[in-house]
């Protein structure tokens, strides 16, 4: 595992606040936890701040300790381990995490990246010129049956060609990533096969009323499910 240190301090913002609808969103999380125990909230608020900013900024770690009354070197601690935590601003539209775990390398995730490498920035972790979009190659997101995939910030794209994924980076780039139906990007429901129903295919095994009705005529009362 790198080493992962905080951004650099011309990059850093002077200050962080939660705005109005975190702050609620904070306190909520607070609140789940015994008194005594808020600290436990740790995560959750340095995610809000997260999605607020697009990344943890060293302000947002302060402000994250002051509120848990906790040492600013535990949130730093925290922030530093899990990799969920972008410590360096990330594009501002879209940052596209590229599943690179083995389903997805073997299903094309390289492919994606070289697409990534070049519409975004030859290397992950920086922004294009606009400072719009940025990339990164991530281990397994829970979606290996549609690989290969991507997410960018709560949603995920599967079942990607190179193509495709040059049409979503380019919508975000344009601002319009909400036109892009999040989830599988061929024609299948969530992660049932691609070419349709292999097994249940038989409604009479599973609902009652495709059954036919001769076997009650006959008096025959058999055991249904
Ligand atoms: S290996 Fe890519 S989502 Fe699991």
């Known amino acids: 595992m790198s080493v992962r240190r905080l951004a650099d301090e011309s990059v850093q913002p002077a200050s ?3 705005n109005r609808e975190m702050a609620a969103q904070a306190q909520t999380w607070i609140k789940k936890y015994p008194k005594g125990r808020e600290q436990s909230a740790v ?7 997260q999605e607020q900013e697009g990344w943890v900024t060293r302000a947002a770690i302060e402000h994250v300790s002051e509120m848990l009354d906790m040492p600013r070197i535990r949130v730093l601690e925290v ?12 594009g501002t539209r879209a940052h596209v995490q590229v599943c690179g775990t083995t389903p997805c390398m073997l299903r094309g ?4 990246m070289d697409v990534c490498r070049s519409k975004i920035h030859h290397d992950q972790f920086h922004t294009n010129a606009d400072g719009t979009l940025s990339w990164e190659e991530v281990e397994c997101l829970g979606a290996c049956v549609n690989a290969p995939m ?5 949603d995920t794209y599967e079942d990607l060609t190179p193509e495709r994924l040059a049409e979503i ?4 780039e344009a601002g319009k990533g ?4 999040p989830g599988p990007q061929v024609d299948r429901v969530y992660s049932a096969p691609e070419t349709g129903l292999t097994s249940l295919t038989d409604e009479k095994v599973f609902l009652k009323s495709a059954r036919p009705k001769a076997a009650k005529a006959n008096g025959e009362e058999k055991k249904t499910v």
Request: charged share 15%; proline share 5%; aromatic share 18%.
């Open 169 to 172: 980076i380019d919508a975000f």
């Open 16 to 18: 962080f606040a939660f």
């Open 178 to 181: 909400d036109t892009i139906k």
């Open 79 to 90: 922030a530093t381990f899990y990799t969920q935590f972008q410590l360096k601003p990330v």
């Open 43 to 49: 995560i959750p608020l340095l995610m809000l701040a």
């Open 109 to 112: 995730s390289e492919a994606l």
């Open 150 to 154: 991507i997410m960018i910030f709560k």
